[in-house]
């Protein structure tokens, strides 16, 4: 029987049989009489609580032998790439956004689709463990919205690498000291990385997945807090800012100190009587706080766009994105010049930004991301028609659209 990393399985059966204890009993209230359960396989007219626990029971079971078998079948994969090549890939971008999509497709309910792709996002990440553990660099410390990315992405059973700064993350990915790297590219309210662009200008790794994740900031207070007696209150500074009109109403007149993360935020309460911080959930559980308000962002929409890193191509998913690197002459039309044979193709064209291309003096690049993917004809025929147009076309990758 194969042995699962961590809690991930547990998790998955515990939220599992909770959800359908929830179920059953909310479906007795509603209705005031006899509930049935009619799972094909089990039909229950019972309100007896312990011969409902009892199916539930079975279900679970039957649950654990299918993971089980699923985890084998794993391993049997990890087996037939060894024998095929001698490093072989085993983190498929293409293929597992194919599955969760499947999954939510087929999905019926009563859980959500995105509910039903995180609890496979999870049996995924433990049977990929299995064949070959991933070790993915990322922007630290832990405790930070890319580590919560990161776990978004890849689950519980990654192996994690926090790193100091971005340039970090690309050199450890392209070392292969890492086998993959995650990157913030974009903020809904601040705007673009400038600095992960740059990083591109001079990297040959490819754009292999996105990750979207919403940002809640929680207000944090450790167990030797005085609650009626908060003096600061610490964050990273565009933290603060994104909270700013909260804090005008709920710790006015309150010092707010800008620290480099939030992580270190909520690591540095653990001892102080006299201060909170504005950090993630998660580190919160890294580093056992109590959420005293919970979601205090400004703008309930604030989003943070990742993208993962690595050294080979990933094939078409059939719902994809690529990204550009276009470098122009300097004259007047240029972009209009770049952009017609996206319209050409009836190409949607979802981001444009904008980098200096140092050393040289008021020369620029731009990067460029659209929908479909560089094995299609449509996106193949429009970028070789810009090619004589510009000084340089590279394809930074092509991958599947974000499907959680």
Request: hydrophobic residues 40%; charged residues 25%.
């Amino acid at each position: 029987m194969p042995s699962f990393h961590g809690e991930s399985i547990k998790v998955v059966l515990r939220k599992i049989s909770k959800l359908t204890i929830v179920i059953l009993c909310a479906s007795y209230l509603l209705k005031g009489d006899i509930t049935m359960v009619n799972d094909d396989q089990n039909t229950t007219t019972s309100l007896d609580l312990t011969k409902i626990r009892e199916d539930i029971d079975s279900v679970d079971q039957q649950i654990q032998q299918l993971i089980s078998r699923r985890a084998r079948l794993a391993e049997a994969v990890a087996k037939a790439k060894f024998a095929q090549e001698e490093n072989p890939l085993f983190y498929r971008p293409e293929r597992e956004a194919q599955v969760l999509r499947n999954v939510m497709e087929r999905n019926d309910g009563p859980l959500s689709d995105i509910t039903m792709a995180r609890l496979f996002r999870e049996i995924m990440s433990a049977c990929l463990a299995l064949e070959a553990p991933q070790s993915i660099a990322f922007l630290g410390p832990v405790g930070t919205y890319t580590h919560s990315a990161v776990l978004k992405h890849f689950g519980q059973d990654a192996v994690v690498r926090p790193l100091p700064t971005i340039d970090e993350v690309f050199r450890e990915v392209e070392a292969g000291s890492a086998h993959y790297g995650l990157v913030p590219v974009e903020n809904s309210s601040e705007g673009v990385v400038n600095h992960t662009l740059d990083c591109f200008k001079a990297s040959h790794l490819n754009v292999i997945g996105e990750v979207e994740l919403r940002i809640h900031h929680q207000f944090l207070v450790s167990s030797n807090t005085r609650k009626d007696s908060i003096k600061q209150i610490y964050a990273h500074q565009q933290t603060l800012a994104q909270c700013r009109s909260w804090l005008d109403a709920h710790y006015p007149g309150v010092e707010r100190v800008a620290l480099s993360s939030n992580a270190e935020a909520a690591r540095r309460i653990r001892n102080e009587w006299h201060s909170a911080a504005i950090a993630s959930e998660i580190a919160a559980n890294i580093y056992d706080l109590e959420i005293l308000h919970s979601n205090i962002e400004d703008n309930p929409e604030n989003t943070t766009r990742f993208l993962v890193i690595g050294r080979e191509k990933v094939p078409a998913s059939g719902n994809d994105k690529t990204s550009l690197l276009v470098s122009a002459h300097d004259r007047a039309g240029a972009l209009l010049e770049i952009l017609a044979p996206f319209a050409k193709h009836n190409i949607s064209l979802t981001s444009i930004e904008t980098r200096p291309a140092l050393p040289e003096k008021w020369a620029y690049v731009f990067f460029i991301d659209l929908e479909g993917h560089i094995e299609q004809e449509h996106v193949k025929a429009a970028i070789e028609e810009i090619r004589p147009l510009v000084k340089e076309v590279r394809v930074l990758g092509s991958y599947p659209i974000a499907v959680l």
